[in-house]
Every structure is written in structure tokens, then in C-alpha cells.
């Protein structure tokens, strides 16, 4: 097997999630500098996706999530797209799970 389609294959790989994506929905992420990339400053972000087909070009150790930011009150400041290390997402994290959201209905 050729380098270039090694370095493919294993960019092409699925982000290694510590629960499936829709279990991700609705968690509320306290992400520190440094668990996202392109953004250097503290962030918290309520999840409303994670977008696992752009997640694919990371190597499976970065995912892509969109949400919403928050301000210290709770309150939605942007829509907020973000590529958060998986280590991040497996950290103990606090807000509704989806499972939660789908038995408030």
C-alpha cells in the first residue's frame, strides 16, 4: 500500500465518540482552551449536533459539533460550531442527555 492512501484511510476515520453522537445532543460541554481547536479561549456549549461525516477528516481523535455558546448565566450567546477533541467529550460533563430530553416530552 502506497503512503498517500495509509495517510487516507486513516484520516478517514470516524471519530472515536465515548457514547454515540445523538447521546451527545443536549449535553452541556465546559470546554477548556485547548479542547477545541481554532478556538483558544474557555467555552461552554450546549450540544445540538455532532456533525460525524466532517468528523471523518480528523482522524478520529477530533469531532465536529455545532451548538449553542453560553454565558455563565446559561444563556444562549451564538450558534456555535466547534471541533472538540474526543478526550474532551468523554469527560464527565453536566446537562440534559438526549435520553433525558426524549423522556421530558
Do not use: K, N
Not at 477528516?57 to 477533541?85: C, F, H, K, N, Q
Amino acid at each position: 500500500m502506497t503512503a498517500t492512501g495509509t495517510a487516507f484511510r486513516s484520516a478517514c476515520m470516524p471519530p472515536r465518540l465515548p457514547v454515540p453522537a445523538r447521546e451527545l445532543v443536549g449535553r452541556v460541554l465546559r470546554l477548556a482552551p485547548g479542547d477545541c481547536q481554532y478556538i483558544d479561549y474557555p467555552l461552554t456549549l450546549r450540544v445540538a449536533c455532532v456533525r460525524v461525516e466532517i468528523s471523518l477528516w480528523y482522524g478520529g481523535d477530533w469531532a465536529w459539533v455545532e451548538g449553542d455558546a453560553l454565558d455563565a448565566s446559561g444563556r444562549v450567546i451564538a450558534r456555535t460550531p466547534a471541533l472538540v477533541s474526543v478526550a474532551a467529550l468523554a469527560r464527565p460533563q453536566t446537562g440534559p442527555s438526549h435520553a433525558d430530553q426524549a423522556a421530558a416530552r
